[in-house]
């Protein structure tokens, strides 16, 4: 079966998350090793943890939309919701910028991961009811 474009959108939401988490988590990691870190044992915690999550979401969109296996859309489904209340708050803490695109790009997500071609690429003709 081909993958619908829903389906390859979401996958390549999901994989910009990831490389966005990386990259921060890297980024924090080489701030706190030239010293700008105030607060040394939570930068390398925060490093850490973007570096994780960042990974975690490209294995997801690789290892799970891609290869169009069910268990990808769960963590995927997840991570839109989780981003969403980071949007809100970065737009009320007055950084509309960066809250705004992540709103747009936490609900293309959704809207992409949910939609009826993409449910039928990972669950096949079992989701369809007559």
């Known amino acids: 079966m081909n993958r619908p474009w829903t389906l390859l959108v979401a996958a390549l939401v999901v994989a910009l998350e990831g490389l966005v988490a990386l990259g921060l988590g890297l980024y924090v990691g080489v701030q706190t090793l030239t010293g700008a870190a105030d607060d040394l044992t939570s930068a390398l915690a925060e490093a850490a943890f973007g570096m994780l999550i960042g990974a975690g979401l490209l294995w997801v969109a690789w290892g799970g939309l891609?290869?169009?296996?069910?268990?990808?859309?769960?963590?995927?489904?997840?991570?839109?919701?989780?981003?969403?209340?980071?949007?809100?708050?970065?737009?009320?803490?007055?950084?509309?910028?960066?809250?705004?695109?992540?709103?747009?790009?936490?609900?293309?997500?959704?809207?992409t991961l949910l939609a009826p071609p993409t449910t039928h690429a990972l669950y096949g003709e079992d989701s369809q009811k007559d």
């Open 66 to 111: 891609l290869k169009m296996e069910r268990w990808g859309r769960s963590p995927s489904v997840l991570a839109q919701i989780f981003v969403l209340p980071v949007a809100v708050t970065l737009i009320q803490s007055d950084e509309p910028l960066y809250g705004i695109p992540l709103i747009v790009v936490a609900v293309a997500g959704l809207g």
